[in-house]
């Protein structure tokens, strides 16, 4: 069909809220190129998502960066890549934006546990250590302080795509 001949041409689609399914599926599917060893082929992310679970975006992320010339994996944002979407554009080797996306930044959230009483202490505790983890990665892509990173992520800070660019998120435009 349509999506295996777009797949078999290194074409990756990021295009809905990152579920651990939805992450499992766009690892299964970079891990598949990967060993297709089609040295021409350079991988071509397109996100359009308003981000997701935590886990399943530095899953990807990660996955971005363990392949076989991860660096080469390109990042293309044609609508918005918000919250673990941006994350995910920022992995990219070349990062690029469309004209009219955005790109959004905050401080990772977790959706509450069941007994919120007893883990409130350990989610706390992991919440911290993710945002220490996540604000290291953009301050490492972007060359900004962790001050300003950790400022700018203290709220939903939405860019434009030339905003996306001068803070050296996306390389282009």
Do not use: W
Request: proline share 3%; glycine share 6%.
């Amino acid at each position: 069909d349509l999506l295996d001949v777009v797949h078999r041409e290194g074409l990756i689609f990021l295009g809905q809220e990152m579920t651990t399914k939805f992450a499992n599926s766009v690892i299964s599917l970079m891990i598949y190129l990967e060993k297709e060893n089609k040295p021409n082929r350079i991988p071509t992310m397109f996100i359009n998502s308003p981000g997701g679970f935590v886990f399943s975006g530095l899953s990807i992320y990660d996955t971005m960066s363990l392949i076989r010339d991860g660096n080469k994996v390109q990042t293309l944002v044609v609508g918005i890549a918000a919250s673990m979407a941006s994350l995910v554009l920022i992995g990219g080797g070349l990062r690029v934006a469309s004209p009219h996306a955005r790109v959004m930044i905050h401080q990772p959230r977790m959706k509450p546990f069941e007994d919120e009483s007893t883990e409130i202490a350990l989610e706390a505790r992991v919440l911290l250590d993710l945002r220490v983890n996540i604000t290291e990665i953009y301050v490492q892509k972007t060359g900004h302080s962790h001050s300003k990173i950790s400022e700018d992520m203290e709220r939903a800070t939405f860019m434009t795509a030339k905003q996306a660019l001068s803070y050296r998120i996306v390389d282009a435009v």
